[in-house]
C-alpha cells in the first residue's frame, strides 16, 4: 500500500478513500496499531471533506444571492428524469 499524502485530494476521491477505511475497519482484520493509523486518516478525511461541503454551500448562497434569491430552494428532480 502506498503512502498518503495528510492532504486529501478531491471530495469524491476523499469519499472513496473513506469507504475503503470503512470497510477495512468493519472486517476487523488490522492490527490495533493499524486500526488507529486507518482511523486517524479517516479523522482528517472527514474534516476536510466538510471543509469542502462548507465551502461549497458557501458559493452557492453567494451565486443565490447574486440572483437575488437569499435563500437556498429545495432541489426538486424534473418529470422523467
Known sequence: MSKKS???GQFEQSMQELEQIVQQLEQGELTLEQA???FERGIV???HSQQQLQAAE???QI???QQGSEQLQPFSP???D
Request: charged share 15%; net charge positive; proline share 6%.
Open 63 to 65: 451565486l443565490l444571492q
Open 78 to 80: 424534473q418529470a422523467g
Open 45 to 47: 478525511l472527514v474534516k
Open 58 to 60: 458557501q458559493k452557492v
Open 6 to 8: 495528510t492532504e486529501p
Open 36 to 38: 488507529l493509523t486507518q
